[in-house]
């Protein structure tokens, strides 16, 4: 391998430049003169140029030696960039972040943890791919993703885990069923019903169907969605009652005319869990950040009025 400049040499032919004169550029990087011009002569033999023309009076740069410069000048501002960067990694948050986020979580989650992490962290960018948890798995210890935001337990070696919120989960029903005028629900309730689900690919099917084999509702295998927002329309359609994450229903169905009618339980007994999973031996710094960001975000957004989140 051919050897490379050194960064030193780079910021050495830099002053140089600018000074036009040995003497001035030794002082101006703290050398002594013959050390100044045996760096700069170590330089031009590595490369195998002449980057000054030397003679009475000021140095002049050759046009080889212009062409290096400007690259030398590119390469300091990137690593003392780097040092920037470090500093600012150390304290807060910046760089770009590869987040993937679960359907059933993302679209009603991360407008307001965006919003605050813009307003806090303006150095931060944020690349966010949505898709089922089992895809954003295979990316993440892929490699493409650097962490994914998805419902726990998220099973898998080599991954770290952080809860940061438990929301409820509520029961769907056509606004003409006979569970819709109940305040709440307990699970007996649950008995003979016929629950519409998400597929196997989200880790919300396995929690419903763990509730259905537990209470005696029967889960249906017909015909499973492939949103949130499909469960619903068919609830609305009368072929089953589905569970409903709180804050789908705060985003899409609150405030809103529909044919569909959602009922908590009883001292919220069904919630599930939603954290942040990254590999193991990844920043846990800057991710532990982030997860602190979003709790901020939840707490100040989503933790008034009724059935609020539980963070932990």
Same mark, same amino acid.
């Given at each position: *391998?051919?050897?490379?400049?050194?960064l030193r040499q780079?910021r050495?032919?830099?002053?140089?430049?600018?000074t036009r004169?040995?003497?001035?550029?030794?002082?101006?990087v703290?050398?002594s003169q013959p050390? @100044?011009? %045996?760096?700069?002569g170590?330089?031009?033999?590595? @490369?195998?140029?002449?980057?000054?023309?030397?003679?009475?009076?000021?140095?002049?740069?050759t046009?080889?030696?212009?062409?290096v /410069?400007s690259?030398?000048?590119?390469?300091?501002?990137?690593?003392r960039?780097?040092?920037?960067?470090?500093?600012?990694?150390?304290?807060g948050?910046?760089?770009?972040?590869?987040l993937?986020?679960?359907?059933?979580?993302?679209?009603y989650l991360?407008?307001?943890v965006v919003?605050? /992490?813009?307003?806090?962290?303006? $150095?931060l960018?944020?690349?966010?791919?949505?898709s089922?948890?089992?895809d954003?798995? $295979?990316?993440?210890?892929?490699g493409?993703? $650097?962490? *994914?935001?998805?419902?726990?337990?998220e099973?898998?070696?080599?991954?770290?885990?952080?809860?940061?919120?438990r929301?409820? /989960? %509520?029961?769907?029903?056509?606004?003409?069923?006979?569970?819709?005028?109940?305040?709440?629900?307990?699970?007996?309730?649950?008995?003979?019903?016929?629950v519409?689900s998400l597929?196997p690919a989200?880790?919300?099917?396995s929690?419903?169907?763990?509730?259905c084999?537990?209470?005696?509702?029967?889960l249906s295998? $017909?015909?499973?969605?492939?949103?949130? #927002?499909?469960?619903?329309q068919?609830v609305?359609?009368g072929?089953?009652?589905a569970f409903l994450p709180? @804050?789908?229903a705060r985003?899409?169905i609150e405030?809103?005319?529909s044919n569909?009618t959602m009922?908590?339980f009883?001292?919220?007994?069904?919630m599930?869990?939603?954290? @942040?999973?990254?590999? #193991?031996?990844?920043?846990p710094? *800057?991710?532990?950040?982030?997860?602190?960001?979003?709790?901020?975000?939840?707490?100040?957004?989503?933790?008034?009025g009724p059935?609020?989140?539980?963070?932990?």
């Open positions: *391998m051919h050897p490379s400049p050194s780079l050495y032919l830099i002053a140089l430049s600018e004169h040995f003497r001035k550029a030794a002082e101006k703290g050398i050390s @100044l011009s %045996l760096q700069i170590n330089l031009e033999e590595l @490369l195998g140029l002449r980057l000054f023309e030397r003679g009475r009076g000021p140095v002049t740069l046009p080889e030696g212009r062409e /410069l690259r030398a000048q590119r390469a300091v501002d990137e690593v960039a780097i040092v920037d960067l470090s500093g600012t990694l150390k304290t948050l910046a760089g770009t972040i590869r993937g986020t679960t359907p059933t979580i993302g679209p991360l407008p307001y919003e605050q /992490l813009h307003a806090t962290y303006p $150095d960018r944020l690349y966010i791919r949505e089922a948890p089992r954003l798995r $295979d990316e993440l210890l892929g493409n993703l $650097d962490l *994914m935001l998805t419902q726990l337990p099973a898998g070696a080599n991954l770290t885990s952080r809860r940061l919120f929301e409820p /989960l %509520l029961l769907a029903v056509p606004s003409d069923h006979a569970l819709a005028g109940q305040a709440a629900l307990s699970e007996s309730d649950l008995a003979g019903l016929n519409l597929g989200y880790t919300l099917h929690q419903i169907t763990a509730i084999h537990q209470h005696g509702a029967l295998r $017909d015909y499973e969605g492939t949103s949130l #927002d499909a469960l619903r068919m609305g359609m072929m089953g009652v709180r @804050l789908y985003s899409e405030g809103r005319r569909v009922v908590p009883k001292g919220n007994k069904i599930r869990s939603i954290g @942040l999973v990254w590999r #193991d031996g990844a920043s710094v *800057m991710f532990e950040r982030l997860s602190n960001a979003i709790i901020q975000s939840v707490r100040q957004n989503l933790q008034s059935l609020p989140v539980i963070i932990g």
